[in-house]
């Protein structure tokens, strides 16, 4: 669901439908009833495939060692501007 | 605005039950910033892991290992809860053609359509833990799950659906707001939704009874009666006392439930005491006074064994609220049938287009 013109998606729930149609629909009646979003996808559950939180430590530990990656890594020196 | 604002005992800001809310979906999102821990070390324990989390305070997602009497709690818990949401629907479905004027029926409406988001909302959290709705369902209609006994009583008059609103919401809300703060993230997010929604309930209710309070000497003594009927049942919705609650403890522990039953109760009826007097009507307690020493009040516990009777199943209304979600059920058989009919010529259609 898009809360407001300018936000991403974010998740807001699950339901039970028999199509995307009406998927939507009850999404509206379900998830909207006080002009909660103006926008909704719709995606089947078995349509996605899931990183387990339990494999959290392995797959995700490719960044933990790159904290060069972040501004905050580099030491300015002083009187530097615009930087 | 109706002065259902109480001093939490340690946690939230003092913005009464929405601003307890507030600060446990602030919590939520804080221990997510915080992200103590991924899954289990290869070596770790799983039980130590997941002891660890909770330990942490954070939220225990679908996916991750936990054991096996924590699932099956919260299953039981979350259907009972969601089953409760949709049997609640009848007694003031009852009223909606019944309400006095377009404006109580539009939002009495509203509010029982509320009530079957609520029990979606459940009963899909609930269908994270690997249990089927359909098999939920199953296990409301055959009996072998419970909803809350409060809605076995009846609405006699159009006063018990302000009283309902007023006490029943309001308990279920006072029940409610430490949930918004359990231990499984998917429980909290649906309980942080329902409990921002159920004050609107709240108010609507308490609205009705102060308009009925200020009316004529036949409409006051009506919501009075209303009361006197709703009181004890409300307070036995927090279940028995502490010391008859087995299972209790362990939800303590798992940091699924916060407070005890007794905790909770004694906190409704502190709330509900001055909120009477504005409404001029007199809660049915001859002994309800404060208790200096306690800084709370004291009051007359409810007829617990009636609680237990109608728990089996002996309430004023339990086989009619079970015979009509039956009947309900199997009414709506068509509207399964037709909808899936037409989602599977659907797909039939797009097939063809697509070969
Ligand atoms: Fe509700
Ligand atoms: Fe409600």
Redesign the interface.
């Known amino acids: 669901m898009r809360a407001r013109r300018g936000l991403s998606h974010t998740h807001v729930?699950?339901?039970?439908?028999?199509?995307a149609?009406?998927a939507l629909r009850n999404a509206r009646?379900?998830y909207t009833?006080?002009q909660e979003g103006v926008s909704i996808w719709v995606v089947p559950a078995s349509a996605i495939t899931?990183s387990?939180?339990?494999?959290?430590?392995a797959f995700?530990d490719p960044a933990a060692d790159k904290v060069y990656r972040h501004p905050t890594f580099y030491e300015v020196p002083d009187g530097v501007a615009h930087l | 605005m109706y002065g259902n604002d109480f001093s939490p005992p340690e946690d939230g800001p003092g913005g009464g039950l929405l601003g307890e809310v507030e600060a446990a979906e602030a919590a939520l999102r804080e221990a997510a910033a915080r992200a103590r821990r991924g899954g289990p070390t290869p070596d770790e324990d799983l039980e130590a892991y997941f002891a660890d989390v909770i330990d942490a305070d954070q939220k225990i997602e679908p996916r991750d290992w936990m054991p096996e009497a924590y699932r099956k709690t919260l299953i039981r818990q979350i259907a009972q809860h969601a089953h409760s949401e949709i049997i609640g629907m009848q007694p003031e479905g009852n009223w909606i053609s019944r309400a006095p004027s377009l404006k109580r029926k539009a939002i009495l409406l509203a509010k029982v359509q509320d009530e079957a988001g609520h029990g979606l909302y459940l009963y899909a959290a609930a269908e994270t833990l690997g249990v089927s709705r359909d098999e939920l369902v199953e296990l409301l209609l055959n009996g072998r799950q419970k909803y809350s006994s409060i809605f076995n009583y009846p609405t006699l008059t159009w006063a018990d659906v302000g009283a309902i609103g007023w006490l029943v919401d309001g308990a279920a809300i006072v029940n409610q707001v430490p949930l918004c703060r359990c231990s499984y993230g998917p429980y909290a997010r649906a309980m942080i939704r329902v409990c921002k929604e159920e004050s609107f309930h709240q108010r609507q209710g308490y609205e009705i009874l102060y308009t009925l309070s200020h009316g004529t000497p036949a409409q006051k003594a009506m919501a009075q009666d209303a009361i006197d009927r709703w009181w004890y049942p409300s307070l036995a919705m927090f279940g028995p006392p502490d010391a008859e609650s087995p299972h209790s403890a362990q939800s303590m522990a798992w940091k699924i439930k916060r407070f005890s039953n007794d905790e909770l109760r004694q906190r409704f009826v502190d709330m509900c005491v001055q909120q009477a007097e504005v409404l001029g009507l007199t809660l049915p307690d001859p002994d309800l006074r404060w208790n200096d020493e306690r800084q709370s009040y004291d009051y007359t516990q409810p007829d617990y064994d009636e609680l237990m009777q109608v728990i089996k199943g002996n309430g004023p209304c339990n086989r009619q609220r079970m015979e009509h979600r039956r009947r309900a059920h199997d009414e709506g058989a068509w509207v399964r049938e037709a909808a899936a009919a037409y989602a599977a010529k659907r797909a039939e259609k797009k097939e063809k287009v697509a070969a």
């Open positions: 729930g699950s339901l039970h439908a028999p199509d149609e009406l009646d379900l009833r006080r899931a387990s939180p339990d494999e959290k430590d995700f």
